[in-house]
Each structure stands twice: as C-alpha cells, then as structure tokens.
C-alpha cells in the first residue's frame, strides 16, 4: 500500500529526533569549538607517535563516534524488524560510510580541520598512520560533503539512506529492506522539496559511490595496518572496530 503523507512526516520527524539523541556534539556546540585548532608543540606530538600508536588512537576514537550510529541505525523505523543477520550486514557495511557522512558536520572548510580528541585537526597531524592517501580522501569527501551546507534533518535523513542499502553482500531479505527503504527515500524527498532544494537529491546520490570507496580504502589500510601489527589489533583495538571492521 502506498504510504500516505502524513506517514511520511512521521517517518522523517522520527528519523530527526533519533538522529538528534545520536549525534555526541550540537551544532551549536561545534560552532563553537571550530577554531580550537592543535597548537605545533600538539601537532609534533601526535606525529612523534608511533605508526601503532597512532592506529590505535584513531581506532578508539572512531569507534566512539560508531557506537553513536549503531544506536542511530536502531532507531531507524523499520530497522529494528529486520532479521538480525541483516541489521548486522547493514551496519557492518554501512556504519564507517555514517561516520564519514556526519564527519562533515565536524569539519571546517576555511582551515581544513576535521574535529578529532576534542579540538580540529589538518591533515599533517595523522601523518604517523602513514596513511596520507586515506586522510586526504576523508579530508576531500568531509570538505565536499560540508560545502553542500545540509541542514540537520537532510543529514539525518540521508544517513538513514546510506544505512538501508538493499544491495549491500549478505542480505538474506533484500525486499524488507527495500521496503523500509522506500518510505526513507520518499522523506528526503519530501524534505528537500520543502526546503526548496530538490537539486542537493543527485548531488547527494553522486556522493555515494565516492562513500563506497573511502571505506575500501579504510579496509585496505586496516588489512595492510593488520599484517604488521596483528597484537596491536588483537588485544588494543576496540572490539567494535574489529566487529564492523575486521
Ligand atoms: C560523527 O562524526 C565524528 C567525526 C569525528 C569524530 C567523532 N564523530 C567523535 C569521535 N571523535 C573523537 C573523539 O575525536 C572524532 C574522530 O574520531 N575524529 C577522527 C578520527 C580519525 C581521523 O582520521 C583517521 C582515520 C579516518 C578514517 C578512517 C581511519 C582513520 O584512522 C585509522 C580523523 C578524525
């Protein structure tokens, strides 16, 4: 049956108000720590770390912002029903892509800095990962992403969309999650058209692709960071990390 509006409105407000409890910083709040930027006596000392230092640091404080989504997800309408394995193969492929998404929300376009262990940070500060291909592809997609200025609603709504993907690997029931999709797809819509703003659509659906291989890029680094430093990633990182990302 076609989902009436009113539907629809409950839907997106649902989503908003979940994607509020589920979002550690406000706004109003990163507006105000945007310019606390690392001092260089700081910045030496994050790249003095070692290579597993540093991975390990980064690993922890990601999966502080992971455990956010995963409530996040959870409250999505629909997603709850889902079988077990499907919630779980959802989030396992979809949570870093929402980490990244709202990571734009935490990024300032006029020095560059993404927001990391309480102040903003340029990209010389995780030159230790030895990972300069990645940080300067999370950099890219984060400045890309936050020029296009979405307001809170149009990136909860979004997020909810990178998470019900029915095409992810492993799905055992593709049409549930096409269904609770749909109704998630007709809110955005609804959305920009309310705010005026229906071009953002394709310039949101073009980010995709690029959301997709950053997070390969991620998994590649963490096999090649894995190789050489397995303790590290058995007994140092967060089980979460290794659950969703290992
Ligand atoms: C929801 O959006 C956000 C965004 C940022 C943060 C948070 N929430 C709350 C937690 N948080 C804290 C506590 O600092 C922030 C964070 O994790 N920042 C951060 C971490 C690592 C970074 O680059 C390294 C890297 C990037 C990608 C993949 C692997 C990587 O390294 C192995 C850059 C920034």
Same mark, same amino acid.
């Given at each position: 049956s076609y989902p009436t509006s009113l539907h629809i409105e409950e839907v997106s407000a649902s989503i908003v108000r979940s994607h509020r409890e589920t979002t550690q910083y406000r706004p109003e709040e990163l507006q105000a720590l945007r310019w606390k930027v690392f001092s260089r006596e700081e910045i030496h000392t994050y790249q003095s770390k070692s290579v597993d230092e540093m991975w390990q640091h980064c690993a922890v404080r990601l999966t502080d912002a992971v455990q956010y989504v995963v409530e996040f997800a959870k409250r999505i309408p629909g997603f709850r029903q889902l079988c077990q394995n499907d919630q779980i193969a959802l989030l396992k492929s979809g949570s870093m892509? *929402?980490?990244?998404?709202?990571?734009?929300?935490?990024?300032?376009?006029?020095?560059?800095?993404?927001?990391?262990?309480?102040? &903003?940070?340029?990209?010389?500060?995780?030159?230790?990962?030895?990972?300069?291909?990645?940080?300067?592809?999370?950099?890219? &997609?984060?400045?890309?992403?936050?020029?296009?200025?979405?307001?809170?609603?149009?990136?909860?709504?979004?997020?909810?969309? *990178?998470?019900?993907?029915?095409?992810?690997?492993?799905?055992?029931?593709?049409?549930?999650?096409?269904?609770?999709?749909?109704?998630?797809?007709?809110?955005?819509?609804?959305?920009?058209?309310?705010?005026?703003?229906?071009?953002?659509?394709h310039k949101l659906y073009q980010r995709v692709p690029v959301l997709k291989s950053l997070c390969a890029l991620h998994m590649e680094k963490l096999r090649w960071f894995r190789q050489l430093y397995p303790l590290t990633v058995h007994s140092l990182f967060p089980p979460l990390y290794k659950e969703l990302f290992g």
């Open positions: 892509e *929402v980490v990244l998404v709202r990571m734009s929300r935490m990024f300032n376009t006029e020095n560059n800095t993404v927001f990391f262990d309480g102040k &903003f940070a340029g990209t010389e500060l995780f030159k230790s990962l030895s990972c300069g291909d990645l940080i300067a592809a999370v950099f890219d &997609f984060a400045h890309n992403l936050c020029a296009l200025r979405l307001t809170e609603q149009q990136m909860a709504v979004f997020t909810a969309l *990178v998470l019900l993907n029915a095409d992810r690997p492993c799905l055992e029931d593709r049409e549930r999650v096409q269904r609770v999709r749909r109704d998630v797809e007709l809110a955005l819509s609804h959305i920009l058209l309310r705010d005026n703003q229906e071009s953002l659509l």
